[in-house]
């Protein structure tokens, strides 16, 4: 019964985060300086009528709180609405955002995670050895670098060994055949520099964590009794010291995971890679209020979801918060 | 930067007498060529298409795709003259309010339906019928238009309510639209006009073209791909089809010409790309643009806030304490030309280049400041009305980089005559609301950085300086009844010579009144791989451009 009250408060309090979210979003961008209306009737001999016509074609000539209104309105209608920029329907738009971008950042995020993870592991089990410094030295180094100086050696340096830009060579299969898996392989190659650029930005947090989280358990009272039983070095390791170490990296990888719809927008600018990032960072700079707030939305979810994930996991695996 | 869509273009005269005679520059242009046939042409660039909905483009790349896939019925030629495209000779009567096309004759669309005059008329038409709804970007091609007609086949009437300058610079650009496609957009209220994405499959359906090229592939923020149209009217283009890929960033897409990634790269190649490019090899072009960069000052009457910049003296003051020169070497690396009137030197016979500009010189500048009585103030900054002459300076992102080192340029120099200025970073959407706040008032704001990319017909750029643009296009709050009166004038002049000589009165007008203090006209930098040639560049976009369809044409591989 504890139990099942802990998890509805925990759903409860995240649909009311969500809900936060979405008046946030909804009210942020109109707050902000600037005018959809402006930009888009910038054109030559932009004529009043023009300006007229777009405000009313977007709803803005109604009061802000009904704006508001119709578009929570709509939202649990399932119509996210339509990009002011484009046309087109925003749910369709982030669907093909990310579909570019779930797959990039997840191979850059779980190798973070994983690379992230083993290296605590190696720097903690090795403390103060010439492998823990190059290690944690490293993983502060990348952790320090800025991810744009970091995309932009990797692009300049392996430029000539690798696709730089883009999500696929758009030529191949129209102006002469490929098959599948040359599609497949190509798609595979455009994604190494912008998924190493976020591993190497991310996995230097994962290092210093789990390592960290390794000696304090390391100290553990446990371990030095599994090291009197006899027990080998390895062993203790795999079996006392890192299952419990791994705590704190459920809630950064929730974290990490739920990141993942929210592109990464500076790798996806450096290497022009077609996400949800960057979708969000033009959507900011057109004011295109829907785009916004679906983007926003989908992010906000997918955070909100991933900690409640995260919750939930914590209790399955902590047994102090079910007691 | 300002992405203005290029709607005109070149002297009249030129073209009401080349109309008949000349032939079709890109034709002869291609016919000609001795290159290798066939090939690929993959082009790089920093602005993607945004829509190919023309209804909702923004994009100069979705403008340069409509040159290739729709008609207009005249284009550019490589001087900047109006040249024949699908209208083959015209003539103007009833003092300039009639005008008739005599188009290609049996020339098709891309599905083989028959592409005639009438599709023009229809075009024309059924944009007027919305133009102050869904087809309102539309609305400056069609000013003081009544209508089109079709008597035939090969004929195009259209009147107009009054004499208009530029017609055949407005004709250029209108892209023709296939009925068969856009009919059913254009019905009830308009409201599904902008929602049609216009896209080739696998989204879409077939493009149908009726211009060298079609559409057959795109992918939002990331490419388009075009091949030749067979039925396509016109002399066959060299290459088998051309491919726009689209880059985040410039750094990137110069990356992308060195790894062979790309062949040619246009518009906004940075300046300090441009030797290293050189020295690996590639062809390296550089063009005068129409494009400025303008330093603005508020000059709007109803200025609540430090009034003494509405003091002419204050103005030629700043613009004296200028150091062009340094600004062009330094930010540029003398790839721009230095700046002087609203309409730049690569406008041809519109820029009045009797327009002398004043010299950097800060003793006058200094000089001019004391007479008005502007004494310097414990740290150096002069006062004025009791406040230090201390402004804020808009700048919009478009600026950064070249933008940024002007700015220290001109931040240093204006200390030394005691007027003190800070960066205040925006976005664009910002900018605009910050300088037209409160409601278009234009009260508020001080001083900016922005720019201007116009249309080669002059009419735009100086349509910005009038009062009618207030909350609209002007970025500066200026609005002088004289001016106007003179701007509409300008419009009606049919006579070349004659509108030629009021523009050039127009940009001396405003050079003495300051508004803007034109920093420089950039040079167009663009870059090809060795293996290419046949790019024919323009001051508006470099080689790919809205204005013509020569280069994608001519170019071919060596």
Sequence with gaps: ?323 | MRMLRNMIAPPLALALTAGAAVALAACSAAGTGSGSSGGVLHIGTTYPIDSMNPFVAQSDYSYAVYEYIYPQLVQYNGTLGIAPDFARSWSASDGGRTWTFHTVPHAHWSDGKPLTAADVAWTINEVMKYKNGPAGQWAGLLEHMIGASAPNATTLVIKYSTAVANVLEQMQGMSVLPKQVWAPYFTGNGSKLKTYANTPPPNGKPMVSGGPFEMVQYKANQYALFKRNPRWWGPKPKIEGFGLQFFSNADAMVQALKDGQVDFIGEYTPPTAVKALKQAGFVVTTTPSLSMKTFIINTNSHKTTHRELLDPRVREAIEYATDRSQIIKTAWLGLAQSGSTIIAPADGSWHDANVKVLPFDLAKANKLLDAAGFKRGPNGVRIADGHPMSYNVIFPPDERGTGDRTFQIMQADLAKIGISISQQNMDDSATFNAISAPGNKYETFDMAMWDWVPPVDPDFMLSVMTCAQLGNNSDSGYCNPAYDKMYARQSTLIATSARRALIWKMQQYIYDAKPYIILDYPDIIEAHSTKWTGFTVSPVMGSVNSLSTATLLQVHQK
């Design chain 1, 1 to 323: 019964m504890r139990g099942a009250d802990y998890v509805i408060r925990r759903i409860g309090f995240a649909l009311l985060t969500i809900f936060v979210a979405i008046t946030i979003n909804f009210f942020l961008f109109r707050v902000l300086p600037g005018n959809v209306v402006s930009d888009l009737a910038r054109v030559p001999h932009a004529t009043p009528q023009l300006r007229h016509a777009l405000t009313v074609e977007f709803g803005l000539d109604k009061p802000k709180w009904q704006q508001y209104v119709i578009y929570v309105r709509e939202l649990l209608r399932g119509n996210m609405g339509v990009s002011f920029a484009t046309q087109q329907p925003v749910s369709h738009l982030l669907l093909n955002d990310l579909k570019n971008t779930i797959p990039m950042v997840t191979v850059g995020t779980l190798g973070a995670i994983v690379l992230g993870i083993a290296t605590g592991i190696l720097s903690a089990w090795r403390r103060g050895s010439a492998a823990d410094h190059v290690s944690t030295n490293l993983a502060i180094a990348f952790y320090a670098f800025p991810t744009q100086f970091l995309g932009l050696m990797l692009l300049i340096v392996l430029g000539g060994l690798l696709p730089t830009s883009g999500m696929e060579n758009p030529y191949a299969g129209v102006f002469g055949p490929q098959s599948s898996v040359a599609r497949l392989q190509d798609i595979g190659l455009h994604l190494i520099l912008p998924a190493l650029t976020l591993l190497l930005t991310l996995y230097g947090e994962f290092t210093l964590i789990m390592r960290s989280s390794m000696l304090e358990t390391l100290g553990e009272d446990y371990v030095l009794t599994a090291r009197a039983k006899g027990l080998r070095d390895r062993r203790v390791i795999a079996r006392h010291v890192v299952r419990n170490a791994l705590l704190p990296i459920a809630t950064l990888v929730a974290l990490s995971i739920g990141w993942i719809v929210g592109g990464a927008i500076l790798v996806e600018y450096i290497f022009s890679w077609p996400g949800i990032g960057q979708a969000l960072w033009q959507a900011v700079n057109q004011r295109d209020y829907p785009m916004l707030q679906g983007g926003f939305l989908v992010l906000a979810v997918s955070v909100v979801g991933l900690n409640l994930l995260a919750d939930l996991a914590y209790f399955k695996l902590d047994p102090r918060i079910s007691q």
